[in-house]
């Protein structure tokens, strides 16, 4: 399979893969907060500094991934680099991306089932949240500001809000309800001639990618369930997280309540504690928040074997979740241009991406909730679901973190990687030496 990017004459061409290499690295060992912020950074980082990708094709590579199953900022991250550098370039970038996480992830894990109880870590997260509260924040702003450019944009983002928020609404529904409207809204008049700009894009060569990444991505699972058989638990492992890398659409927010439900209920391979601790550490850890699949590996593989069996059921965990977005970006990249040069696909992807500016808006209201106070209710009625925090639960030390890092970040203009040292800092001082 050849490694040559069919559409490299759209980006610079006097990169090297050196330098390229250092900047992903950078992008991955920053990339905390979730994928609102690790968007954020990238955009910072490839558009903005190093002027790699332009301001609309960004945006369009965004709203391209958000129709992907999977996690959007790992493929977005892929997509970059697969621009500059083809089949190695994506590699790098989408390894990158994951791996610095990843590390931390498994190490943390060991800690938590070996020793439990890790009261310096927490002191350190507890800042951490509050950094990334912010972060979150100043995300959500530099998107809204890209994406929503016409009235429509900003009742899409609204509604989209509101149908999640108050209403409870699945996230594919919304997505697909946005990009109705958008190919409805847009016309096909003065279309440009699209198949110039499939650059030698075959459907031999697309099945030729399907072929090969899949098989890449499934050939282990296989060799799982004719080892192992299908009752082992690395097997049922394998299955669980391969199914849940087909429905993940939206990012890892809109399948974590699901996977929760299933780990905790159906299989019972954690308990709801358990699962709450996961994805503490997986949101204040770089990389993809849906790392938090690896600690569901590791645990409940270590219940059942030990730490060995922990390592290989956070193995399993972390190729069956990311293994396919390199299958998705590698077969459907190629098709990126060819899409947008279409009035009525461009005017769906933009609309999607309008929503989901009130999916994350949506996001942030409800990590803000559950950051600044430590006791939040719902209350039903109606067919809307409302979160009610107990004011009297209200945490003056995320209080106080949240308003020094807000000053770094937006009023000194920070970089991220010392307002977060600063947040874990403050943490560290409030949890230990003022007892707060």
Request: charged residues 10%; proline residues 4%; neutral net charge.
């Amino acid at each position: 399979m050849s490694t040559k990017n069919p559409i490299s004459s759209t980006v610079p061409s006097d990169i090297r893969f050196a330098e390229a290499v250092r900047v992903f690295a950078r992008i991955g060992l920053l990339s905390f907060g979730g994928p609102t912020a690790q968007i954020a950074v990238m955009h910072h980082i490839l558009v903005e500094e190093k002027k790699w990708l332009d301001e609309n094709l960004f945006v369009h590579a965004l709203s391209f991934c958000m129709l992907l199953p999977g996690p959007e900022a790992m493929q977005l991250v892929t997509y970059a680099g697969w621009r500059l550098f083809g089949l190695r370039g994506g590699l790098m970038a989408g390894l990158l991306f994951v791996l610095p996480g990843a590390v931390v992830m498994l190490a943390l894990s060991m800690i938590y089932a070996l020793y439990g109880q890790i009261a310096w870590v927490d002191a350190l997260f507890f800042g951490i949240k509050a950094a990334v509260l912010v972060i979150v924040i100043e995300a959500l702003l530099r998107v809204a500001k890209r994406a929503l450019q016409q009235v429509w944009h900003w009742w899409l983002a609204g509604l989209s809000f509101l149908g999640i928020f108050v209403f409870t609404l699945p996230f594919p529904l919304i997505i697909a309800g946005a990009a109705f409207f958008g190919f409805w809204i847009k016309t096909s008049a003065d279309q440009p001639a699209a198949e110039k700009m499939m650059h030698g894009v075959s459907i031999t060569a697309t099945l030729g990618r399907m072929a090969v990444w899949g098989s890449v991505w499934l050939g282990p699972l296989w060799l799982l369930l004719w080892q192992m058989g299908d009752a082992h638990l690395l097997s049922k492992l394998g299955v669980f997280f391969s199914k849940l890398a087909l429905v993940t659409f939206g990012g890892a927010y809109a399948v974590l309540a699901y996977m929760a439900q299933d780990v905790v209920q159906l299989h019972g391979w954690l308990e709801a504690g358990q699962m709450m601790t996961g994805l503490g550490l997986a949101e204040t850890t770089p990389g993809p928040l849906i790392l938090v699949t690896e600690f569901v590996g590791f645990l409940a593989a270590f219940k059942q074997g030990g730490l060995a069996m922990g390592v290989m059921g956070a193995a399993v965990a972390l190729w069956m979740t990311f293994a396919p977005c390199f299958l998705w970006i590698f077969v459907g990249g190629p098709y990126l241009e060819w899409i947008i040069a279409r009035p009525r696909l461009k005017g769906a992807l933009s609309a999607i991406t309008a929503a989901v500016v009130g999916v994350i808006f949506n996001l942030s209201l409800w990590f803000a909730l559950h950051v600044f106070f430590t006791q939040v209710d719902v209350v039903k009625a109606y067919g809307m679901s409302l979160f009610v925090p107990d004011f009297a639960s209200l945490d003056f030390g995320v209080v106080i973190i949240a308003l020094v890092s807000a000053a770094l970040l937006l009023g000194r203009h920070w970089s991220m990687g010392w307002v977060l040292a600063v947040a874990a800092g403050l943490g560290l001082v409030l949890r230990f030496g003022l007892n707060v």
